[in-house]
């Protein structure tokens, strides 16, 4: 699904995907929706707009506008898949749930591991598409509307 590739700019309008790693479903087991609704916040406070989302158990699709700052996209989100990984990981300790953070530590690449990493809780890279045009985010928005999988997972913010 993602690939890796360096979006240089560090404003506009976005329609982001990152799933966590093997599609476990993480959100779910440490029902840490939260933990996404925080990044939002702090994307908020910084001047950014969540136009609309969606929470699955095992990923995440939004739309973002970003404003111009100093930061380009792809080191926002990834601090922010950073940090939302930081309290998973807590919160999966916490609830002691080893066969998880096993899972998660295997999947540590061998630099990664020699970089000081203990797990890897998302996929590396992200999907990230630009939105060009209104009728693109409308698509963006219906395809956001129509992906969660069971009842009460549906979030779209317009």
Known sequence: MAVRKNVPESAGIYFITFTCCKWIPLFDIIKGYDVVYNWFDHLKANGHHVLGYVIMPNHVHTIIAFSSNKQGV????????RFMAYEIVSRLTENNHKQVLESLATSVSLSDRHRGKLHQVFEASFDCKECFTKEFIWQKLNYIHQNPSSPGLFLLKQ
Do not use: A, D, Q
């Open 74 to 81: 792809n080191k926002i989100v990834s601090n922010g898949k």
